[in-house]
């Protein structure tokens, strides 16, 4: 199951397409099939792969990126690292995505097929601060080439795009490269970033926001020649919308010779969610995105073949002990986190922790987007731990935090828990009263309203409680809010027991 599409049922769509944290996303179409991904940061399995016919309605059908590396550098939860602003494309019959790790450089990975194999990443440029490289390869000349951004909290240096002649293979670059824009001799232009490099009608076309994410606009800029003079034109600006941004995405011609383009808004704990534009071209060549450059809200879907009306999923009944592709841990996972079985729940170790008192440094947290419409969150967990302190439970994750879950006690009883941590706070603490759960079972929900705003329930079987203020939850650096089980214990010896969970659901409220 999943949250309803964009899909209105009706000939039309409502934007956001993606109504969660699909931060950055590029696409391509092959053939009848559109492909789309987007910036996992520090999270793994990374670089998520959706599948749409129509561009409105898109499952999740895979990652391209088991873990990130090098692997120890990822071992704890690195959420605003990693991989940023990858760039999806489809040459020599075979996938490619290139991104940007803003302290190692530039990676890219290809497989013959969407759902892989794929190659292990390759470093095609090392460097701190090259991100959001594009990849192009000319038909017309032969030629390959490759754009990137910069970002001056690594490298000193931003509003500028750099570009390279590259191996035809995409294993590595042919020169020091070149600045191709320097948008500091732009007026008014700032914080130019996010490339995706086309070649059309004659043209080498960049379409790249500036202006910050939050208060930005979707810039197109064109050249004779790949290594410039560029000219520049705002294509999608905010206008009376309550669209703030809109900031950088993928442009993608359809089978019929439509054009769409594919953006994100920046909203806060919901993170970066993803947009979809009608596009055409006008007298002079250039792009028109939205409604005359304004995004639109409501629109008539692309004229592609009807497809059932979907969105990635959510739910998870998790058979057998496997959590579906929705779900992510917050690094590089180990084994023994997660135990297969013939039943149904996911069953989490208790991991030992030296940082069981912040959930935010911890890799074994599962985690999922935090849906970007009013919505509960439910789940029933039971601790099978013995051992002291042992824990589990259902957060809300971001800079700050809050989760409500089970701890066994000295006196081996098991009571309900409800526990926070402010964004500057070291340690997490009470967040409402605790009470006994019997059985060491309980049922618990989050009730995420307008804002973000998180109402916490529970039900040790006596029926259902609230428990604690409302939380508003609050998105990292870069990246919204998560959702997040988890099963923890202290630091220690031995095995620590397990919890199980089961029935995961996201519902609309």
């Not at 099939?33 to 987007?38: K, S």
Request: with cysteine; glycine share 12%; aromatic share 10%.
């Amino acid at each position: 199951m999943s949250l309803p599409s964009a899909d209105l049922g009706d000939g039309t769509y409502r934007n956001p397409v993606l109504n969660a944290d699909w931060s950055d996303p590029d696409l391509v179409r092959v053939g009848d099939d559109y492909y789309l991904t987007a910036s996992s940061f520090g999270r793994a399995p990374g670089l998520p792969l959706l599948h749409s016919r129509d561009l409105v309605n898109w499952t999740l059908v895979g990652h391209a990126l088991q873990r990130l590396e090098p692997a120890a550098e990822f071992s704890t939860p690195r959420h605003d690292r990693g991989v940023w602003a990858p760039a999806l494309r489809h040459h020599d019959d075979r996938f490619w995505i290139f991104w940007g790790d803003p302290d190692q450089g530039i990676f890219q990975i290809n497989s013959p097929a969407i759902r892989g194999p794929w190659s292990r990443p390759h470093l095609v440029k090392e460097g701190r601060g090259l991100i959001d490289p594009c990849p192009l390869w000319d038909d017309e000349t032969g030629e390959a080439y490759l754009v990137h951004a910069w970002a001056r909290s690594r490298a000193g240096v931003k509003n500028r795009l750099t570009g390279h002649r590259m191996r035809p293979d995409g294993t590595s670059l042919l020169d020091v490269g070149k600045v191709i824009v320097d948008a500091d001799r732009i007026p008014g232009w700032f914080t130019l970033e996010g490339p995706k490099l086309h070649r059309h009608d004659g043209w080498f076309w960049i379409f790249a926001p500036a202006g910050g994410v939050e208060t930005g606009w979707q810039g197109a800029l064109r050249s004779r020649g790949f290594f410039g003079p560029y000219e520049e034109r705002v294509v999608l600006a905010q206008r009376d919308t309550d669209v703030n941004g809109p900031h950088q995405g993928g442009w993608v011609r359809t089978q019929h010779g439509e054009d769409w383009f594919v953006h994100f808004q920046q909203r806060g704990a919901y993170g970066r969610v993803a947009h979809l534009q009608p596009m055409r071209w006008d007298g002079d060549g250039w792009p028109v995105v939205g409604d005359a450059g304004a995004p639109v809200a409501v629109h008539p879907k692309p004229d592609l073949p009807a497809q059932s009306s979907v969105a990635p999923a959510t739910d998870d009944d998790f058979p057998g002990g496997r959590y579906g592709r929705q779900w992510q841990w917050a690094a590089n996972p180990a084994d023994g986190w997660a135990t297969q079985h013939s039943g149904d729940g996911l069953r989490l170790a208790c991991v030992r922790s030296a940082h069981a008192h912040d959930l935010r440094l911890l890799p074994h947290v599962l985690t999922q987007r935090l849906p970007g419409v009013p919505a509960a969150v439910d789940v029933e967990l039971r601790l099978h731990s013995e051992e002291s302190g042992a824990r589990a439970g259902l957060a809300v994750l971001g800079d700050a935090y809050s989760w409500i879950g089970l701890r066994r006690e000295e006196d081996r009883s098991v009571r309900f828990v409800h526990r926070f941590a402010e964004p500057v706070a070291e340690r997490e603490r009470d967040a409402g009263g605790s009470c006994l759960a019997p059985e060491g079972r309980v049922r618990l929900r989050v009730e995420i309203g307008t804002g973000a705003r998180c109402r916490f329930r529970y039900d040790v079987g006596d029926g259902p409680r609230s428990s604690g203020e409302v939380f508003a939850a609050t998105p990292w650096r870069w990246v919204g809010a998560l959702l997040g089980l988890f099963a923890l214990a202290p630091a220690g010896a031995g095995h620590a027991g397990a919890a199980t969970f089961t029935r995961f659901r996201i519902t609309p409220l």
